[in-house]
């Protein structure tokens, strides 16, 4: 059985056909050389000499879509390392090849790479606007699969989507009900918050928040994802009542009173929620927010610091 080269025993074959590529044969060549010697390094480890390597095929990729494709390249490595700052410079250089003139796989495939980029930094809602862009045209299986995304696409939607744009976005999108079928936890997690079955939401709450400690992009947020599920929860419960005791409440979620009121207590200190508890009543009392009022207290702000600013410069004009 003939024994498998070394790194160096490979490494000096495509450096050796680049050479005679550049000698021989045409840009063509020299790009396919350049690339199976970049991954020849990625494959071992070698990422910044790949990184090296990928760059200077550059100028032999001819059109945008061969450029974004060595782009791509790069934008695995950086994703593997967890460099957000090179990985956000990438994505910036594609989206002005994209610009340019990019086919829609490769902005689908864009889509998904940005997606993930949201979710590291953070930005739930822009993550959830791209993996429900991509869950119909998903190509991007180098770096995620397909049941990812729309576990991906499930989680965000929770949280960014109003009711009525869940139903119909997620819950009755025929590809998302395909994948929910092989994942019963997310399915009722979903189904359950729609159907306003609080003890069930609970119950699959804890699965989730369980599987959030070990994902790979969501493990660093999962404190503040499990605040802002709390939130959403808690809310759509209470947008039903003007008022609802604690103890109704609790049943309702299947925790104890003790549990709701330390909850809610911390929710409304932090003006997430817009109610007040009465402890000696045992009461929860909603404080909808009144559209109109709002925007008349906002119209009466800015009047006063426009006629503020009007008299400053009055002033300055007298002088």
């Known amino acids: 059985m003939e024994q498998e080269k070394t790194f ?5 074959a495509a450096e050796n056909k680049i050479k005679d590529s550049l000698e021989n044969l045409g840009d063509v060549e020299v790009r396919d050389a350049m690339l199976e010697k970049a991954s020849l390094q990625q494959k071992y480890n070698k990422y910044e000499d790949a990184i090296k390597t990928y760059i200077e ?9 061969k450029k974004m494709d060595v782009h791509f390249l790069i934008l695995q490595i950086y994703l593997k390392q967890r460099n957000l700052e090179k990985f956000k410079d990438h994505l910036n250089q594609q989206q002005i090849l994209l610009d340019q003139g990019g086919d829609w796989e490769r902005k689908n495939r864009l889509k998904v790479y940005e997606g993930i980029y949201c979710l590291m930094i953070r930005d ?4 959830c606007k791209l993996f429900l862009d991509s869950v119909a ?16 696409t499930v989680l965000t939607s929770i949280i960014c989507l109003d009711r009525q744009s869940l139903k119909k976005k997620v819950h009755q999108n025929p590809e998302v009900v395909g994948v929910l079928r092989e994942n019963q936890v997310l399915k009722n997690f979903l189904e359950s918050f729609l159907q306003c079955d609080y003890k069930t939401l609970f119950q699959k709450f804890a699965i989730v928040n369980e599987n959030l400690s070990h994902d790979q992009y969501l493990s660093i947020h999962r404190k ?9 929860f808690y809310s759509q419960f209470l947008e039903s009542y003007k008022t609802v005791t604690l103890n109704n409440m609790a049943k309702a979620f299947g925790v104890s009173v003790q549990f709701i009121d330390r909850e809610l207590s911390e929710l409304i200190s932090s003006r997430r929620i817009n109610c007040k508890i009465d402890k000696v009543a045992g009461i929860i009392e909603s404080s909808r927010a009144d559209d109109r009022n709002q925007l008349y207290n906002n119209l009466i702000k800015q009047g006063d610091y426009l006629l503020n600013r009007v008299q400053k410069l009055s002033r300055l004009t007298d002088l």
């Not at 160096?8 to 000096?12: A, G, P, R, S, Y």
């Not at 095929?57 to 879509?65: A, F, H, I, R």
């Open 8 to 12: 160096e025993e490979q490494l000096e």
């Open 57 to 65: 095929t550059l100028p032999k990729s001819v059109g945008v879509g």
């Open 124 to 127: 739930i809602t822009k993550a």
């Open 137 to 152: 045209t998903f190509n991007s299986s180098e770096i995620i699969s397909y049941n990812e995304v729309v576990s991906y």
């Open 224 to 232: 503040y994802l499990i605040r802002e599920y709390r939130v959403v």
